[in-house]
């Protein structure tokens, strides 16, 4: 386990990839074991899921309190997916980071996009399935959407897979391997923490 330490030059790593990936368990677990790094909660118009907690998974806000946030430059990027928006927010960024701790935004590829672009530095790491045929299975397994729905995100995620080589690095998400996949994301971290010149994360 991390002891809970504030690193010189702290970074903000973007985790992405298709929806049903398993990515939102992966960075949780990643912080449970490495306290060094903290999540950021996204903010979103889309409806709670059962079991899901306002402010721990989501910062929930109707279509109007998200858009005034958004005119008040209080979001550093945000993005409308699968019908919804969603977008994060940029205190909690500044937050972490001025703490010395690693700010982890879990996000879909085209808000990944955006912050590299505003965030040069940014760390980009793409989680990919083992299968297409295993991301179905995830899919209909979690049972938040109907067959219409998972059929948008079956579609979106080829397009989103075939971008993966735009990130810093690849970790594919094998099944029942969640605390594997969390440990190969560290190694990364490390290892970008220990890059020359390091990465200066500018907001």
Do not use: C
Request: aromatic share 4%; proline share 8%; charged share 25%.
């Amino acid at each position: 386990m991390s002891k809970r330490m504030a690193f010189p030059n702290p970074m903000l790593i973007v985790v992405s990839g298709p929806s049903g990936v398993g990515k939102s368990t992966i960075v949780a677990e990643v912080a449970r074991r490495h306290p060094q790094v903290v999540p950021i909660v996204t903010a979103t118009t889309r409806p709670q899921r059962p079991g899901e907690v306002p402010g721990v998974h989501y910062h929930f806000m109707s279509p109007s309190a998200f858009e005034k946030l958004r005119a008040d430059h209080g979001l550093l990027e945000a993005a409308q997916v699968h019908g919804h928006w969603y977008g994060t927010p940029l205190d909690q960024i500044r937050g972490i980071l001025r703490a010395g701790r690693d700010a982890i935004l879990t996000i879909d590829p085209q808000g990944a996009r955006e912050v590299r672009r505003l965030v040069p530095d940014a760390l980009l790491i793409f989680v990919m399935p083992p299968s297409m045929e295993a991301l179905d299975d995830r899919l209909t397994q979690r049972g938040s959407e109907d067959a219409a729905a998972r059929a948008l995100r079956r579609h979106n995620a080829v397009d989103e897979m075939a971008a993966a080589t735009d990130y810093d690095e690849i970790v594919v998400n094998e099944t029942g391997q969640i605390g594997a996949s969390a440990e190969r994301i560290w190694e990364v971290i490390q290892a970008q923490a220990r890059r020359e010149p390091p990465r200066q994360v500018r907001l």
